[in-house]
């Protein structure tokens, strides 16, 4: 893809700007825009969602290291967002060389912990690889999922998912580690979720 093809299908798309809510009122994705905004009672309009999450969510994993923590400047706590908190040590690169699986099991234990108090919100510059990433580890997890079931419960949230390659690769090994999947491909996990709107058994 060439980087005007991926400036029109990231950067403005509409949808990208977009809270996902991925887990009601515990796990949201998004990308730099949502967390920028976080703490604000109005936001532009295609900023957020229709919950107005930005002003309930209250931790912050943001996996990019080209995006400050907005609410640690001062500007950000004067205007009285300052009880926001981010997770320390995150960012990472968007490429096949970068480690995101290192993050796995402590991002994990943070979204478990935190969110009994308050929704997460896992950015990076467009909420499509480094950050769904993650998410889609929690999931695994959380639902004893393989990869290919909880990359499909994410891009039936936000089409624009897309793990890179690698990435993907370090999921399927994770998915070895949790035994949802098996060295030579075969799935032993709970992969029963369909898309069909009822996400009762989802945690």
């Known amino acids: 893809m060439g980087l005007r093809s991926w400036y029109q299908k990231y950067l403005k798309n509409e949808e990208a700007d977009q809270i996902t809510e991925i887990l009601p009122g515990k796990l949201y994705l998004g990308n730099w825009k949502c967390a920028y905004y976080l703490g604000k009672t109005t936001t532009p309009s295609n900023v957020g969602n229709e919950n107005?999450?930005?002003?309930?969510?209250?931790?912050?994993?943001?996996?990019?290291?080209?995006?400050?923590n907005f609410h640690n400047w001062y500007l950000f706590k004067q205007r009285?967002?300052?009880?926001?908190?981010?997770?320390?040590?995150?960012?990472?690169?968007?490429?096949?060389?970068?480690?995101?699986s290192q993050h796995f099991e402590r991002t994990f234990d943070f979204i478990d912990e935190v969110?009994?108090?308050?929704p997460v919100l896992v950015h990076c510059v467009v909420g499509a690889s480094r950050s769904s990433s993650v998410v889609i580890a929690y999931l695994m997890k959380k639902n004893?999922?393989?990869?290919?079931?909880?990359?499909?419960?994410?891009?039936?949230?936000?089409?624009?998912?897309?793990?890179?390659?690698a990435f993907l690769e370090q999921l399927h090994k994770y998915a070895i580690q949790l035994g949802t999947e098996t060295a030579d491909g075969e799935n032993n996990g709970d992969n029963n979720y369909e898309s069909n709107g009822d996400d009762e058994e989802v945690h």
Do not use: F
């Not at 009285?80 to 480690?99: L, W």
């Open 52 to 68: 107005n999450m930005n002003v309930e969510i209250r931790h912050v994993i943001n996996m990019t290291p080209h995006i400050s």
């Open 80 to 100: 009285g967002a300052d009880d926001v908190i981010y997770m320390d040590d995150t960012g990472i690169q968007d490429n096949e060389q970068a480690n995101v």
């Open 115 to 118: 969110a009994k108090e308050k």
């Open 144 to 165: 004893h999922w393989n990869v290919e079931t909880a990359l499909n419960y994410c891009k039936s949230r936000r089409s624009v998912v897309k793990p890179n390659r």
